[in-house]
């Protein structure tokens, strides 16, 4: 049984580009979220799909989307690329059934913004 | 230690010994709690949780503690081994209006474990 899966392991882009994240989550689960994990700190909550809605965010500026397939995998998207966004991007997959579920979370995609 | 900066809190300890991990929430209304794992250049693996209606967990060679009275995690592993060696983060579930699942991570604690 595979566990979350994310691509590409590690990204390089120039600032204003655009770039996209892939995750699959793990099988039998149907809610994917993302988290920005910065050099030395806790991951911090992007937004989480469900049923391919956003349904909620975190602090984070629009430049920031995402979306959800009908297979439950999913994807973040960053719009006009800043310094800052240089992190390790993790996908976190866990199944609805009350909002009593633990997160599985992929091995993350490094992102260095130049 | 104390977190400045980028540096992590650390707790050193020896080969075999038991290890504490403490961790400060931020919010009484949340109600499940997680300790995970990151070592370097990996995700975060889950190692152990417990809900807002316990005060003890354990598993196998870990133990989490829950004091809802001064919002304080703990994670004990006993016979600590130098593959324990990493980050260990406690989340705290926002489970208020609107908030659904998302998790909220402490600083992180260094675990570095000496031969």
């Known amino acids: 049984d595979a566990g979350v899966t994310q691509s590409p392991t590690h990204l390089i882009k120039t600032r204003g580009q655009q770039v996209t994240l892939r995750c699959s989550p793990k099988s039998g689960h149907d809610t994917v979220s993302w988290y920005q994990q910065a050099l030395g700190q806790g991951p911090q909550f992007i937004f989480q799909y469900y049923e391919e809605e956003e349904r909620q965010r975190g602090n984070f500026p629009d430049r920031f989307s995402g979306h959800q397939f009908p297979n439950y995998s999913s994807e973040l998207n960053v719009n006009a690329l800043l310094l800052g966004d240089s992190a390790l991007y993790l996908c976190a997959s866990s199944e609805d059934r009350g909002r009593s579920d633990t997160q599985y979370f992929g091995p993350g995609t490094r992102l260095t913004v130049l | ?115």
Not at chain 2, 18 to 25: E, K, P, Q, T, V
Not at chain 2, 45 to 54: K, P
Not at chain 2, 66 to 81: D, E, G, P, R
């Open chain 2, 1 to 115: 230690g104390e977190s400045v900066g980028l540096h992590l809190p650390t707790l050193s300890v020896q080969e075999g010994d038991n290890s504490i991990i403490n961790c400060a929430y931020s919010n009484s209304a949340s109600d499940y709690f997680i300790w995970y794992k990151q070592e370097s250049g990996k995700g975060p693996q889950f190692i152990i949780d417990i809900r807002s209606n316990m005060d003890k967990r354990q598993g196998q060679r870990v133990t989490v503690l829950l004091n809802k009275t001064v919002k304080h995690l703990s994670l004990q592993i006993a016979a600590t081994q130098p593959g324990d060696s990493a980050v260990y983060f406690c989340a705290e579930r926002a489970s208020w209006a609107g908030a659904t699942n998302k998790l909220i991570f402490g600083t992180g604690t260094l675990l570095a474990v000496q031969p």
